[in-house]
């Protein structure tokens, strides 16, 4: 028997997740991969479960290049057994225990059964979700994410509707339209709540379609020139359909961030696709007890967590791209080695990441500040009997009322008055939105478990069996 | 053509699953709600409270608004299940459970 390797388990195998261990299993570290998707990729290399038949995924070269790299290394790796990659796992906890680390993770889309993992260090690379602000009509059918329409048109290889409308604000919505576009989707209006300004900042660097887009890119962005209307500083007010959407109406945002008197139009479509921006996944971090910047997990040069043994690295940690989220996991992926096999790590060694993290986290910081805010009179448009919190149906009247006449102050009591956010979702859905109608300041919520967990799981966790 | 069809993935051959019995076609890798929204199907679950329809809204497993009965084993989130063939999908009322 040889000398025991330190284990690290890297948690999401999106971009981060891929360079972290790739960089670690390359430095004397044996890496536990655990993702709850059925295989590596994460949002941006998102991957069809290959099916008989199943063409190679078109992508932009530089991508396909990337792409190939990471996804050869892996192989190596997996072959020689430096890396493990544990598939269809949701993590719902990680536990410290005498100065090692507990990963608990649900089984399989079921989730009624939980395995567990040990191991010397964690490395959090999981991610971001998509933050939706509530208006009228955004619960009926047909009204989805804008990553929610990508994912669904990409790793399902569906085409989510025929005419669609992609509203919102940030730099997801632009590939998002191509997206659709390149499915077959004939994408009507991309409406941007930001000025015109802020379209002219997106960079390439995050504007270029991400993977699953099939060779209908080039089409899809010369469709979208011709077909699509592009306007910015405009707003979905409200959707409209019986039981499902059938039109959005859209307005001017006008100076005072009101709807601009007499500028409503209604477009009919089938498909909204909406969003406003990432939020990084940080339940894990929290239930460790890692300091928090802001709405991200906050690290250090090396991409270390406040927390010995947890590195965080990608949009855990702030949204900035894939590209700036593969230089977070190199370097936390090195570090993490280092330390691990007892060296000092040495910055010099990924020097190159490093200013490559630099420059893009200025260029994210630029292009979030081009973006800006969302008018600041949004809640006015949510009408009382508007559902806010979509898994406990509470309605923003309910919300209004908690504040007005029980006087919640914060966002905690609007939750516990209302039932807010104590839904399946954990309120990851619905906060920015409830703190908003209830002009509360959106407090970072403490998730004790990072997915809702059943009960009989609880009772009986998993003993931590070593990885094969 | 089919204008529901997406235009240029060819990723294997069709098979089919059922929705409240009725046969609709699912291609391999495809997760339960990209079959159903690729047959027209947007909405696969009724609310407990108002009992409104619902379906897909985040498409990554976070919101849990698509949540369907497979197989007899109720909230199942559909953009995560990967479809099968002769799965049995059926709509949720409320929490799936008959109560
Ligand atoms: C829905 C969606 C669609 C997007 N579409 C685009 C696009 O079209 N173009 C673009 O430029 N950018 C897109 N982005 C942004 C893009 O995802 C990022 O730039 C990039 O993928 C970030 O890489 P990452 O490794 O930090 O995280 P991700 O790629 O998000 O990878 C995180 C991984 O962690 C896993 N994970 C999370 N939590 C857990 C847990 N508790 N247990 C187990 N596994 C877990 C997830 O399954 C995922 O595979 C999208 C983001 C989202 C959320
Ligand atoms: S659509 Fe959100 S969990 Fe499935």
């Excluded at chain 1, 906890?93 to 608990?104: A, D």
């Excluded at chain 1, 191991?119 to 929610?148: H, N, Q, R, S």
């Excluded at chain 1, 991409?303 to 590195?311: C, I, K, M, S």
Aim: aromatic share 4%.
């Amino acid at each position: 028997m040889t000398e025991r390797r330190p284990v690290l388990a890297v948690i999401g195998a999106g971009p981060a997740g891929l360079a972290a261990a790739l960089a670690a299993a390359s430095r004397g570290v044996r890496v536990v991969l655990v993702d709850s998707a059925p295989s590596v990729g994460g949002q941006f290399y998102r991957q069809p479960v290959p099916g008989p038949g199943a063409r190679r995924s078109q992508m932009l070269a530089h991508q396909r290049r990337t792409w190939d790299r990471l996804r050869a290394g892996l192989d190596v790796h997996l072959t020689a057994g430096r890396v493990t990659h544990l598939s269809d796992r949701h993590v719902w906890c990680v536990e410290r225990e005498s100065g090692r680390f507990v990963v608990h993770a649900l089984l399989g889309p079921a989730q009624e059964e939980s395995a567990a993992v040990r191991a010397d260090a964690v490395l959090l690379a999981t991610g971001g979700y998509e933050k939706v602000l509530p208006f009228p009509g955004w619960t009926l059918p047909g009204v989805v994410t804008a990553g929610g329409a990508q994912a669904l048109s990409k790793g399902g290889l569906s085409l989510p509707g025929r005419v669609a409308v992609v509203a919102g604000s940030g730099p997801l919505l632009l590939p998002v339209a191509t997206g659709l576009a390149a499915a077959g989707t004939r994408v009507v209006a991309l409406i941007e709540t930001a000025a015109p300004a802020a379209f002219a900042r997106q960079a390439r660097t995050w504007a270029t379609t991400p993977v699953k887009l099939a060779e209908g890119a080039v089409h899809a962005a010369r469709l979208l020139r011709r077909r699509t209307s592009v306007m910015s500083r405009h707003m979905v007010v409200e959707a409209h359909g019986e039981d499902r959407v059938e039109s959005v109406t859209v307005t001017a945002v006008g100076a005072d961030g009101r709807p601009a008197p007499g500028s409503e139009r209604r477009i009919v479509c089938d498909l909204l696709a909406v969003g406003h921006g990432l939020l990084p996944h940080t339940d894990l971090a929290e239930g460790l007890g890692c300091r928090l910047d802001g709405a991200s997990v906050r690290v250090d040069d090396e991409q270390r967590t406040d927390v010995p043994g947890v590195w965080a690295a990608g949009e855990a940690t702030g949204i900035g791209g894939a590209d700036l989220s593969l230089a977070e996991g190199h370097i936390a992926g090195r570090s993490a080695a280092a330390r691990l096999t007892g060296t000092a790590p040495d910055p010099r060694g990924w020097a190159r990441a490093a200013r490559t993290r630099t420059r893009l986290r200025t260029f994210f910081a630029a292009l979030e500040s081009a973006y800006g805010e969302p008018p600041a009179r949004w809640p006015e448009q949510v009408t009382d009997d508007t559902v806010v919190c979509r898994c406990e149906e509470v309605t923003a009247g309910a919300v209004r009322e908690a504040v007005a006449e029980l006087g919640a102050g914060d966002l905690r009591t609007v939750k516990l008055l209302t039932r807010a956010g104590m839904g399946w979702c954990q309120g990851r859905v619905c906060e920015p939105g409830v703190a908003g109608v209830a002009g509360c300041a959106l407090a970072p919520a403490r998730r004790l478990l990072a997915r809702p967990v059943p009960l009989g799981v609880l009772a009986a966790p998993a003993d931590p069996t070593p990885p094969q | 053509m089919d204008p529901v069809k997406p235009a240029r993935t060819h990723p294997g051959t069709p098979f089919t699953v059922t929705f409240d019995g009725r046969e609709i076609q699912a291609l391999p890798g495809q997760s339960i709600a990209a079959a159903l929204w690729s047959s027209g199907v947007t909405a696969w679950r009724t609310t407990r409270g108002a009992g409104r329809l619902r379906g897909a809204f985040c498409g990554i497993g976070v919101c849990f608004d698509c949540l369907v009965t497979v197989d007899g084993r109720p909230n199942q989130r559909a953009c995560l299940v990967p479809a099968v063939p002769g799965a049995d999908v059926r709509t949720q009322s409320g929490t799936g459970h008959d109560d």
